[in-house]
């Protein structure tokens, strides 16, 4: 395994960490969310989203606004909520692509093929955590823009830029495995046609 390769398999190992860290949100981890606010009927205790739940919530994949934390008038009361924290399972998805990635690589060690599919997983782990960043940014940006037109502060948490950070990694992943890829794989077939 090439250096590049092996840190192509670094940054795979990187991004890994910071999606499970994602994964493992609210309502499992009160500080690790998405978005948080005090809601106006019930400020003693501060909301906020994660993965597979709020704060206080149960844990689903997708899952209804609290209907205690704003009023009856609120956009937030229709099923189009549910459906897009529905979307936010692309976050365990693409953690679970880079541990794929990570074994692919691990196998990399001694197996120019699984250097090339610990790339190609990669860059499919890649788009969809590109796809869950684009979903996360969208979204949650419209809530806190929503909550803050009925006049109730709330703030972006952690998870976007944790999410960004891993996206960033694994591009930066997908670089130096290919280049490490390319290295070893056409490295090897110079040297046999040398030989012969």
């Known amino acids: 395994m090439s250096f590049a390769a092996a840190t192509g398999l670094f940054c795979t190992l990187v991004a890994l960490v ?12 009160d500080d690790i969310s998405f978005l948080k606010f005090e809601p106006v009927l019930n400020s003693a205790q501060t909301i906020r989203f994660g993965v597979f739940g709020y704060t206080g919530s149960d844990t689903s994949v997708g899952y209804h606004f609290p209907e205690f934390a704003v009023s009856d008038s609120s956009p937030f009361t229709g099923n189009y909520f549910h459906v897009l924290t529905g979307f936010l399972i692309l976050h365990p998805i693409a ?5 794929l990635s990570f074994v692919f690589g691990i196998c990399g060690l001694s197996n120019c093929i699984a250097e090339v599919f610990m790339t190609v997983v990669n860059a499919v782990s890649c788009i969809v955590t590109f796809v869950a960043l684009c979903i996360d ?6 809530v806190r823009h929503k909550l803050h037109e009925e006049g109730i502060p709330a703030e972006l948490s952690n998870c976007i830029w944790l999410t960004l950070a891993a996206f960033i990694v694994l591009l930066l992943g997908i670089i130096f495995g290919a280049c490490g890829s390319v ?5 090897r077939v110079s040297d046999r ?3 012969r």
């Not at 910071?18 to 981890?29: E, G, N, Q």
Request: aromatic content about 12%.
């Open 18 to 29: 910071l999606l499970i860290v994602v994964s493992v949100s609210v309502p499992r981890v």
């Open 137 to 142: 940014l969208g979204f949650w940006t419209y």
């Open 95 to 99: 953690a679970g692509l880079c541990a």
């Open 193 to 195: 046609v040398r030989r």
């Open 183 to 187: 290295a070893v794989c056409f490295g």
